[in-house]
């Protein structure tokens, strides 16, 4: 059977279902779970679907935007791995500060059976999490279309009131020299989420480590906590100055 037509079925599977498992769906087409796994990676990198860990949820494409999509299905392997490390940090309990990356984003899927309360300016965030145990504060302010997330100093004002116990993070890189970013305003919320945590963690692929980008806008000493599959030796160095480092 060729990729239209398996992709014809895992579509019409997901329309019925809202989910496809790759075990099942490679049984059901007489293939192997490797093809099947191929074929969802690049469905998903097309927007028709989002990757989870053993197979694939429906988008709501009235809900999320291709373009977050389509980052959010970028490297998912390393993703979940970081995310899976991320959320056995996570107890029942918690109040957690959640930003608008895509990293971020893919941490949903592990902690929905978990009795917490996020705190978040990400939509995407907000939609994953919606129908599960945890409680939900969504931060106000101007929202961004492309980021489909908010921002602004009403949404800085907003985090200020709150103080999480702990905060999951993403930036555009992290290098010895601190963490940078594109944006001014999503440095700011980056910022106002770290300063009002009692611990922060960032979760970076190893595409990020290393990497200098157009702001820097802080220094290492705002986070406490690099969840990476990275071994890159900045690492060593993020180490010797008290940052820990959790590798997957």
């Not at 293939?31 to 429906?58: C, F, P, V, W």
């Not at 599960?132 to 492309?146: K, Q, R, W, Y």
């Not at 010895?176 to 692929?205: K, P, Q, W």
């Amino acid at each position: 059977m060729n990729f239209q037509k398996r992709k014809q079925i895992i579509l019409e599977t997901l329309k019925a279902t809202g989910e496809v498992d790759i075990k099942r769906m490679a049984a059901e087409l007489e293939t192997s779970e490797i093809t099947i796994r191929r074929d969802l990676n690049k469905l998903a990198e097309d927007g028709l679907l989002y990757r989870t860990h053993g197979g694939a949820m429906q988008v709501n494409l009235l809900e999320i935007p291709h373009d977050f999509v389509n980052k959010a299905a970028r490297n998912t392997e390393a993703k979940d791995k970081i995310c899976r490390a991320a959320a056995a940090e996570i107890s029942d309990g918690d109040i957690v500060f959640m930003d608008c990356g895509s990293t971020v984003y893919r941490l949903c899927q592990f902690i929905k059976s978990k009795r917490i309360k996020v705190i978040t300016n990400s939509l995407p965030v907000v939609y994953e999490l919606q129908n599960s145990l945890v409680s939900l504060n969504i931060i106000g302010g101007e929202f961004n279309t492309e980021r489909q997330a908010v921002h602004g100093k009403i949404a800085n004002e907003h985090i200020a009131r709150y103080k999480a116990t702990k905060a999951f993070l993403g930036v555009d890189g992290i290098s010895r020299n601190g963490l940078f970013a594109n944006s001014e305003l999503e440095a700011s919320i980056t910022e106002a989420f770290a300063a009002h945590s009692a611990r922060t963690y960032l979760l970076c692929d190893e595409s990020k480590i290393g990497r200098e980008t157009y702001l820097k806008f802080a220094g290492l000493d705002a986070i406490d906590t690099v969840i990476t599959n990275s071994n890159s030796e900045e690492l060593e160095y993020f180490k010797k100055i008290g940052v820990e480092v959790i590798g997957v």
